[in-house]
Structures are given as C-alpha cells and as structure tokens.
C-alpha cells in the first residue's frame, strides 16, 4: 500500500518511510491510498475470535502487503496481552473500558504496536544496508496533553537504538500522568514546556521540518500523526462490536442487533479517525459522536463549516486540551472536503467543566460506575442523542485513578490507585525545562 500526504505536495510513500519519518516533507499527515472492506465471513464469525485475532484481520487489511504476516501476527499479539472489556452502564449505553494496558491509557495499543513496528522496521533497515541513512540512533519525539506520553514512553522503555523525547506542558497534566514519563530514565527523556500542548505539538512538528536538525539526528513522531500510532487504535471498535453482538446473541437471540452508535471523546482527533476508518472497512457503526470538552473547534466546525483553530483552554479532561487537532486533516481529505459527507457520520458535543462534573457525580449516584472526565463526555453525549433503536458505546479512554484528585474532589471518594500506577510513583522526577520557542528546543536537540 502506498501513502500520500494530507497537503498533495510530498512524494508517495511506502509504510516503511511513513513510519519512520512521521510526518511528509510538505508537513502534511501520510494516509493510505486505499482502505481495503473486510469480508462478510468476518463480520459472520466476529463474536467469536479473540481481541488478538481480531486484530490481526484488522492490521493484516491495513499492512498485510508491507509487513511479513508472520511478524506481523507477532508484533499484534504481542501488542495485544490485555483486553478490552464492555462493561454495561445503563440499559442502552456501554463502556468500553481502554485503561487496561501497562499505563491504563487507551494509548497503549497504538504505541505498543508502533514501538514492536518501528524495530521491525529499523531492523529491516540494519540488516539491509550499510548506508550510513541506516544506522544510528532514532529519536522518537512526542507532545502530549496527559496519556501519550506515557504510553510511548512505556512502550520504548528499554529499547536499543531508540530514544524517546516526551513533551508535555508544565503545569497541565495530573500528577500521576507526569509520574509515568518523568521517572523512567534510561532512553525516555522529559522535556517540561512552558506552555499548552498546542506549543508542544508545534515543536514537534518544527523540528521535523528543520533541515539542520535532521542532518544532525534522526527523527520521527509517536505522536497520531504518525500511521503506526492512529491505525492500530481501530482494533478496540471492533472488538466492542464483538463483545457486544456476543452479548446480545446470548441474552436476545432472536432480537434484531440494534444500530450501534459509537462516542469518542476526542482532543487530538486520532482516535476518532481510527474510528471512522473501521467504518469504512465495513463495521457497522451507524454515526459517531465528537465529545469535546470547552476546547470546540471541532464541534463548531459541524456546525459552521469553517475550521478556525485557536489556543487551547485548560480543563479538567485535560487529555482533551487542543486547540488545532491535528487529524482534523486527515477527516477532511478522508471524507473529500465534503462537509456534508463529515457531518452525516459525525456528529458532536461540547461541555464545559461544571456539566463533566455533573455527570459524572450522576452516573456514580445512579450505576455506581466511576467514569474518567474524558469518558464522562462520552457518556453524556450518549445520554442526550441516542434515538430509539439505538445501542451506544462510549470510549472510556483511562483509568479514574490517573485523575484521582480531580475524581475524587467530585464524587467525594477515594479511588484506590491499581499497583501499576503506585509504582510509577516511587521513581524520581526527572525532566528538561523548555519554553515554547523552536531556537531553543532546536538547540537542546543539537547538543544531543
């Protein structure tokens, strides 16, 4: 399969350079120039595979012709060594539950797998040549708002020829999430930016435009923008589509399976891109929803039609604090520039501090369930646009306990922090600080 970029200017790729490089050299977002529609048989027989399995079918459509289906089948399942779970809420509305990785983050399926496809890769490339393009150590650059960075980190911890730079913004990420990327060491390195994340995500992508830099170490993004990152993230609709069609041939056999809608709380825009590619490969989702907290750009996009990014504001579902979401580009050419056509498989939602913490003091007090600030968007977008017929799920993207002063300010609780965070916190904080300017970032980075 070949890539091109979002902005028409940069040469076709394979999956190896869109890989490894991240971003085009005309700044715009690699996408595939065909989606391939998977067969009938699977949909017939999907209730029945494992996440794995299923994963497999979904990466072997999206990179079967450029990666050896062996290894392929070796860097998914072991991607994949944790589920993802759909745990009813309501009687209509359902949680899909991505916090059970190493980070409890949904971002630990697409950084695991880029990291397991990256050295596949770089392997490749080792063993292939003697050029001096093929050697030396790459340097993985990713801004985050919260659980990027610490998926990423976690994901290349420990790997060799492989140095990850974690940007994230001073100030703007909880506690527990600057513990699980600013105490590794070792080939993890956080750089604390005074500004937003949209000053971190600028940086990144400066620095892979400088010519100068690139000359002087070699780069690349873990970040959605890049293919191995946003693609993998389809893998958990599916599975939710399973888990769900199981469920309901065992409690309603004979019932029609209702129309299923899908709710994305959504910053950055990768998942939901994810998203909307599994449509296309033939799951039956009939619409997705957009939930956005005050950062709107996206939601008044559907109703405007006119894009005007500006200057995120901080939240309290900080993940979900951008203000020019990058793959924001890659919908628009998804769907042709065709606003109509975005709008009638997207809809969207936007909520402010007070209405995150309303609902998710509701859903406490009426189901016991603790929702995250971001899955409370979801949730309550749910809530309001289901029609009936409908079935909903919404992306409950992290564990409550990685917002715990925040969760627990609201529903007056104590949520109990799982073994996996608790470790995270016994390391040493460790960070590089860093203004918003490129000189000097780019300089930091020269010294390297």
């Not at 050299?25 to 027989?45: R, S, V």
């Not at 709710?263 to 296309?280: E, H, M, V, Y």
């Not at 709107?296 to 039609?305: P, R």
Request: glycine share 6%.
């Amino acid at each position: 399969m070949q890539y091109y970029s979002t902005n028409g200017k940069a040469p076709i790729a394979d999956l190896q350079k869109a890989v490894v490089k991240g971003l085009a050299e005309d700044k715009g977002l690699y996408m595939p120039d065909h989606i391939n529609t998977l067969p009938k048989a699977f949909f017939d027989n999907i209730q029945d595979m494992s996440f794995q399995d299923i994963a497999y079918n979904v990466a072997s459509a999206f990179f079967g012709d450029d990666v050896d289906l062996d290894a392929l089948q070796d860097i998914v399942y072991d991607t994949l060594s944790f589920d993802c779970p759909v745990a009813p809420v309501t009687d209509n509305i359902y949680s899909l539950e991505l916090f059970h990785g190493p980070t409890l983050a949904f971002k630990d399926v697409g950084a695991r797998f880029m990291a397991r496809l990256l050295r596949y890769y770089l392997a490749k490339q080792s063993a292939a040549s003697d050029a001096p393009s093929a050697k030396g150590q790459v340097n993985v650059l990713v801004a985050t708002s919260g659980d990027t960075g610490s998926a990423v980190a976690n994901g290349f911890l420990g790997v060799d020829g492989i140095h990850v730079y974690v940007l994230y913004p001073k100030g703007k990420v909880s506690p527990i999430q600057e513990c699980q990327f600013t105490t590794l060491g070792k080939n993890i390195t956080a750089v604390e930016v005074d500004g937003v994340f949209d000053d971190c995500q600028a940086l990144v992508k400066a620095a892979f435009m400088d010519e100068e830099l690139n000359s002087h170490m070699r780069l690349t993004s873990a970040n959605s923008i890049n293919v191995a990152r946003f693609l993998p993230q389809a893998f958990y609709y599916f599975n939710a589509y399973a888990r769900l069609k199981k469920q309901w041939m065992t409690t309603a056999p004979s019932a029609l399976f209702p129309e299923l809608v899908i709710c994305t709380p959504s910053g950055n825009f990768g998942n939901i891109c994810a998203g909307l590619f599994a449509k296309r490969m033939g799951l039956p989702v009939k619409r997705f929803i957009a939930a956005n907290n005050a950062n709107s750009v996206f939601y008044e996009y559907l109703q405007t039609g006119q894009y005007r990014p500006r200057p995120s504001v901080q939240t309290i579902a900080n993940a979900m604090d951008v203000g020019d979401p990058s793959n924001f580009a890659r919908i628009y050419t998804l769907y042709n520039q065709d606003w109509n056509a975005i709008r009638n498989d997207i809809t969207g939602a936007t909520y402010t501090d007070q209405q995150i913490a309303d609902t998710m003091r509701q859903v406490y007090q009426q189901t016991g369930y603790v929702c995250d600030p971001h899955g409370a968007c979801g949730y309550r977008a749910l809530s309001e646009r289901l029609l009936p017929g409908e079935v909903g799920v919404f992306l409950e993207t992290a564990h409550p306990a990685k917002f715990k002063q925040t969760v627990d300010g609201i529903l007056s609780s104590d949520i109990e922090i799982p073994a996996k965070l608790q470790a995270f916190m016994q390391g040493e904080k460790k960070s590089v600080p860093m203004t918003k300017h490129f000189a000097d970032f780019k300089n930091y980075l020269m010294h390297q």
